[in-house]
Structure formats: C-alpha cells, structure tokens
C-alpha cells in the first residue's frame, strides 16, 4: 500500500480499521454491480495483508444482497498487479488499472512516472479479466499546484491507453471538473468513460453527458450536505446511471464513518430510486445493464478460477 493510501485509510476511520462492520441491508430485487471497489484497501488477502475483509467474504456478502459483482481498481502498480492477480482468481471480478493522480507526481519526482505508465500499459494487455483504465484523471484537493504537470502527463498518457486498446477509462475528478473536460476535448474521449464518484452538479453533469460518460454514483449521495449530487442524478438519463462503493470509503448513509464494503450498495440504490421516483427493480437492472456496457460486456459471477 503506498504512502497516500494509507493516508486516506487513516483520514477515512480516524486512524483505526475497529469500526464495527455495518449490518446486512435488504437484498436488492435484481442484481446490480460495485463498478468501482478497492479490495487491496479493505480486504483481507491485500497488498499489505492490513485489510479488514477477504475478497472471498466481500463477494459473499455482495452476492447475498444481490451485489454479485465487482470491479476492482489498482490505483498504483503494487495495487494495479494485485487487481489483475485477484480478478484471475474471482470471475466475479474483473480489473481497472491504473497511477492515481495522486501517486502521479510522488513517480514523477523520482524519475518513474514514464516506467509506471509502461508498467499499465503492460498490464492492460496481460489479461482480458482487465477490462478498464482507471483511476486516473485530476484531483486539486490533494495535489497542490507543484504536481499539476504530473498529473496531467500521466491523465494524457492513460486516455491514450484506453483509446489505443479500447477500454473504458475510469476517472477520478476532484476540484477539477473544467480541467478534466478540457483534456477530454482536447485527447480525445474514449467510447467508454466513466465519471468515478461523481462530485458535481446538474449542470456539470450536463457537460459530461454531451460526451457520452457514464455518471457513477456513490455514497455521497445519501450525505444529507449534498443536494447537488442529487440534483445531478436527476438529470442522468437512466441509460447512463452507475453505482459504486470506493470501499472501504464514502460508507452510506446511516453508516457513514464506518468501513464500506460492496454489500452495502444497497443502501445507495434505495437512495437514488428514491431521488430518481422510479420503481427499485426499474434502476437495478438499468443498472447492471450500463455496467456490462460500460465495461465492455458482461462476465460471470461466483466461481474461483484457480
């Protein structure tokens, strides 16, 4: 686990991963699935061996409330590895990979950037269980004015893969919606993109829908301090809708401070059929049908492969 991952583990849970686990929710009336988890974070069989939950529990919970399942992202090359080894092992998840835009100026600064991008690229193509690139884009939150250049190089260079290999590209977008459009406009936007825990408003959602992305939902959007999240989902046509956890972060309503984990998407859906007034079973399978397009088809679920 790199330095700034366990950093935000740490902002997330106040230092500690003792939190008690969040109950079961009610089961979902179809299956849906987490289009963005980090299991190397919350899991047990991780990176770093410092998780709370085995992979092989997150699926069975999942599955049990009708998260069936999941995608998972390597956000530095420790963690791209690892997803692409576990999606080998679970055909209930496949793998994003990808530098994060936060580890992007850490590589740049010891001279590493243009091997860990090599590294992606090579991951990319080592396995059709890797069906996206991701993490990537630009986060202003983190990163001050020193590692913009970083970031930008590396988002550049990640649009590139996704478009020269055909996968969808995952993006994360933190303080920085006018700038991530702009080098969308400007290298080209591949056929399947994927706004990562949506953080903007209706009008922003407006501008990434011009450009055929799909709006993935959080979370966040249960926050009672953020109307404009569902402002934003209530302007998303049902066709372009994805759900999310970011596990172990941005844990649902009521539960929020707690470790998230895939079996608690439920709570976010029932959340946002509820901003959408449309019937659960509707959004649940609007839901897993955007996934599979999104990420290039379906793929199985429940079995070990190894």
């Known amino acids: ?28 009336p179809s299956p849906v699935v987490d289009n963005h988890c980090h299991l190397d974070i919350g899991g047990g069989d991780t990176v770093d061996g410092s998780g709370w939950l085995h992979p092989a529990e997150a699926l069975e919970l999942a599955a049990g409330v009708g998260v069936p399942r999941i995608v998972q992202i390597g956000c530095d090359l420790p963690g791209a590895a690892w997803a692409v080894e576990t999606a080998t092992t679970y055909d209930a998840i496949v793998a994003a990979v990808a530098i994060h835009p936060n580890e992007a100026p850490r590589l740049d600064a010891v001279g590493r950037l243009d091997e860990a991008i090599a590294e ?16 990537t884009g630009l986060d202003y939150y983190r990163t001050g004015p020193d590692g913009v250049a970083a970031q930008r190089e590396s988002f550049a260079a990640h649009i590139r893969l996704a478009l020269t290999h055909r996968k969808a590209l995952v993006i994360h977008d933190r303080d920085a919606h006018d ?6 406009d400007e290298h080209g936007v591949p056929q399947r993109t994927v706004l990562h825990c949506f953080s903007g408003d209706a ?21 009672k301090n953020a109307p404009h999240l569902r402002d934003a989902l209530a ?22 401070g707690r470790p998230n984990a895939s079996y608690l ?29 999104a990420f290039g088809g379906p793929w199985s679920k429940g079995k070990v492969l190894v």
């Not at 740490?10 to 089961?27: H, K, S, V």
């Not at 992606?120 to 993490?135: F, M, N, Q, T, Y």
């Open 120 to 135: 992606i690229e090579r991951l990319v193509v080592s396995s059709p269980r890797v069906r996206a690139v991701g993490e």
């Open 235 to 256: 302007v998303t046509p049902l066709d372009r809708i994805l759900v999310e956890t970011d596990a172990p972060f941005l844990t649902p309503m009521p539960y929020r």
């Open 203 to 223: 009008d922003f959602a407006r501008r990434c829908l011009d450009r055929g992305a799909y709006l993935s939902f959080a979370g966040t959007v249960t926050f």
């Open 179 to 184: 700038d991530v459009l702009a080098m969308l």
């Open 1 to 28: 686990m790199s330095e700034p991952t366990r950093s935000r583990v740490n902002e997330q849970f106040g230092g500690t991963r003792d939190a008690p686990r969040p109950p079961l929710p009610e089961p979902l």
């Open 265 to 293: 998407v439920p709570l976010t859906v029932r959340a946002m059929a509820e901003v959408r007034r449309v019937d659960l079973d509707t959004l649940c399978r609007a839901i897993d049908a955007n996934t599979d397009a």
